[in-house]
């Protein structure tokens, strides 16, 4: 069963804009990371925030969690045209079982 | 940052012949390898979950012997899909973790699989 819900599922910005793109999750959480994939490639790990962590940044990135709402929002601060691309969360269980289990996704496009 | 690559990028094949996809890191060793499909404008579903040395583990509803696994060493998982036909056409992407950060996953560039 889906684990990771993003919305919105599209979202288009102008370029300088900030994008927010949310993630809910149902269980229970070791971590919840966030990935992007270019149209027809692999995806590229962005950023993990682990299940005691409220905030983190990465450069243009910052992620928030809030385990009492089984969320995360994800912040592209200053958007940029090659910003432009799929973003998944994807969420990593507790126990033993390593395997992540990702969202939808959702569409970011940014106008130049 | 550690390298996954995936070969080939595209393939187009007849109904009912079998198809080999390769998954490699190159730079470090992978016991462990997944294996994901992805349909247009869709989310990744786990296919199977490829162990050196031993038998890929499969997802519920993934049929084993249409989607062989074979993991024969520490660097190298090979999907192949037996007897393909239209609806086996999707997007196929391994992954892999390193053994330093087992929580993050590298991944292969995808396979684009048209079945005619």
């Known amino acids: 069963s889906q684990q990771g819900e993003e919305d919105p599922q599209a979202l288009s910005i102008q370029e300088g804009e900030n994008a927010t793109m949310n993630c809910s999750y149902k269980?229970?959480?070791?971590?919840l990371q966030w990935y992007r994939q270019n149209s027809g490639r692999g995806l590229v790990h962005l950023i993990l925030?682990?299940?005691?962590?409220r905030e983190k940044h990465s450069g243009r990135l910052r992620v928030t969690l809030d385990t009492s709402k089984k969320s995360s929002s994800l912040l592209i601060t200053a958007s940029r045209a090659a910003d432009t691309a799929s973003y998944f969360c994807a969420t990593g269980p507790t126990g033993a079982n390593s395997k992540l289990t990702f969202g939808k996704g959702i569409t970011l496009s940014v106008r130049p | 940052g550690a390298v996954v690559s995936q070969h080939p990028s595209r393939v187009i094949c007849k109904s009912g012949t079998s198809v080999k996809i390769e998954c490699r890191s190159l730079d470090f060793q992978a016991t462990t390898m997944f294996w994901y499909r992805q349909f247009p404008k869709k989310s990744l579903m786990l296919m199977a979950t490829?162990?050196?040395?031993?038998?890929?583990?499969?997802e519920q509803g993934v049929e084993k012997d249409k989607f062989l696994i074979n993991h024969a060493s520490l660097t190298l998982s090979t999907l192949t899909v037996t007897s393909a036909h239209p609806e086996d056409s999707s997007f196929y992407i391994c992954s892999a973790h390193t053994g330093v950060d087992n929580e993050k996953l590298f991944f292969g560039s995808g396979t684009q699989l048209s079945v005619l």
């Open positions: 490829s162990n050196e040395g031993s038998k890929a583990t499969y």
């Open positions: 925030i682990r299940s005691n962590e």
């Open positions: 269980t229970s959480i070791n971590n």
